[in-house]
């Protein structure tokens, strides 16, 4: 079972692996979303949804899920993108 701090580092680091396609474009936003993790402790309920995640398997789908709903329904006329992740990540929690 991983510790939530290890879910918090397999998060950060998935989102700093940047391929070269759109969707991962989005990891930045996401990493500006999470402060780039730099007050982990005093932000820690931003990361509430990972108790749900129970491996570093579910923790990519999770990210890959959350840039492929960015890339078909984020409407930037809208919404504000970090509104847009608050929003998605709490309906997935």
Do not use: P, R, W
């Not at 990210?63 to 998605?88: A, G, H, M, P, R």
Request: glycine share 2%.
């Amino acid at each position: 079972m991983l510790t939530f701090e290890q879910k918090i580092m397999f998060l950060k680091d998935y989102l700093v692996d940047i391929k070269g396609n759109y969707a991962d474009s989005f990891k930045t936003d996401i990493l500006f979303y999470f402060d780039e993790f730099e007050d982990i402790e005093n932000n820690k309920n931003n990361f509430d949804f990972l108790i749900q995640l129970n491996s570093k398997e579910e923790i990519h789908n999770f990210v890959d899920y959350l840039t492929s709903k960015i890339v078909l329904k984020y409407n930037e006329k809208e919404d504000q993108l970090s509104d847009f992740i608050f929003y998605t990540i709490n309906s997935y929690s």
